[in-house]
């Protein structure tokens, strides 16, 4: 396994009036090795062209690219240490699973011997043994996409770059796949670059997750970082759901910020806020409750059962809050127009 490093990297191309338009914008990156990291942001931040700059498809407009001490930005992609996998899975229609997989290595000219032993080993990682005489149209969605895989790996790269590759399965089968993934990626312990849209994707495959904006990062972390913490209401609204409460920094208690809201005082993790300043409170929807107490009350305007939660809408201190039950019971379950008290849970709060 190789690490890769993007240093200072920009990406411009010229748009219809002939102006420079830049997709990628001065990203500094660094990826270890053996690392999983996504690159995750909406259609159109920049993911994908980052990705095919790191796999040389791209040229570079401004920065550098390195995989482990080398700089790469010279070298053609066929030459680079690194293998892509693709949305639409790119198979040679006319092989059959063998030839698909053993293709690349007939290219760099391996013996017959290694070829056969290399492809049955990949065959057995990614359980496509019974499946190595089919022709691709024999396979299902997600077994072409499982010979997509088998392909990349068998070329042994330092870096494997993935470019949503499960947007084409359906949903219980991306569900199989990511972990799939993420036990191949860390049993033959290989650095990943992957990119997707798919939050829940991101958080649940990743070591390091990369939320892009506009071409620039928006904010790096690890999953949990990412959702508990976010830094912009760009990234809390991006991964997950959130509510904004704006306050007042009035002083601090016990290491926590007291912030004065239009839901009343709340106290808050630090983060680096001093008295005075203007905040925005982020709250998840699960770290809202609701109970029947005559402090904080909020009227319920929707009221939806979704089996694992019950989801709720709460017009309280002068806004609407997306609130998220987990586990409800019938008895229990607050209807539309009720009165409410709203509580927070107090470790779930912070303030961007
Ligand atoms: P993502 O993968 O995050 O959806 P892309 O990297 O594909 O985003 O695109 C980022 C931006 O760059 C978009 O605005 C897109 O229109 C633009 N772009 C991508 N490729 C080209 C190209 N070959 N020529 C001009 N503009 C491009
Ligand atoms: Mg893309």
Do not use: W
Not at 95 to 115: A, R
Not at 164 to 170: C, K, Q, T
Not at 273 to 286: A, Y
């Amino acid at each position: 396994a190789k690490s890769v490093t993007l240093q200072n990297i920009s990406k411009a191309f010229l748009n219809d009036k002939g102006e420079r338009s830049y997709a990628v914008k001065g990203v500094d990156l660094n990826i270890g090795e053996g690392e999983f990291v996504t690159l995750l942001g909406p259609s159109g931040c920049g993911k994908t062209t980052t990705l095919r700059m790191i796999a040389g498809f791209e040229d570079i407009t401004e920065g550098h690219i390195y995989f482990g001490n080398e700089a790469v930005d010279q070298i053609p992609p066929n030459r680079r240490d690194c293998t892509m996998v693709f949305q639409s899975y790119a198979l040679f229609p006319h092989l059959n699973v063998f030839d698909n997989i053993s293709y690349g290595l007939k290219i760099k000219k391996m013996s017959k011997p290694d070829i056969i032993s290399k492809v049955e080993s990949v065959l057995d990682i990614m359980n496509l043994r019974d499946y190595r005489d089919r022709m691709p149209n024999q396979l299902s969605g997600g077994q072409q996409q499982r010979v997509a895989l088998a392909r990349a790996l068998v070329m042994e790269p330092g870096v494997l770059l993935f470019d949503e590759p499960l947007s084409n399965l359906d949903a219980k089968l991306r569900l199989v796949m990511r972990d799939e993934i993420r036990r191949i990626q860390q049993q033959i312990g290989i650095t990943a670059v992957y990119v997707t849209h798919d939050q829940s994707e991101a958080m649940s495959m990743s070591d390091k997750v990369i939320v892009m904006n506009k071409g620039r990062i928006e904010q790096m972390g690890t999953p949990m970082e990412i959702y508990q913490r976010p830094k912009t209401q760009f990234v809390a609204d991006f991964i997950g759901t959130a509510n904004f409460m704006e306050g007042t920094v009035k002083g601090t208690e016990e290491g926590r910020l007291l912030v004065d809201t239009a839901a009343g005082l709340l106290r808050v993790h630090r983060d680096g806020f001093k008295t005075g300043d203007r905040v925005t409170v982020v709250i998840r929807p699960e770290a809202v409750s609701l109970g029947n107490g005559s402090e904080r009350k909020g009227i319920v305007q929707k009221s939806v059962f979704m089996g694992q939660t019950q989801e709720y809408e709460v017009q309280f201190g002068g806004q609407l809050f997306q609130i998220t039950e987990h586990n409800p019971i019938q008895e229990k379950v607050h209807a539309v127009g009720a009165s409410v008290s709203v509580q927070f849970a107090e470790d779930a709060l912070h303030v961007i």
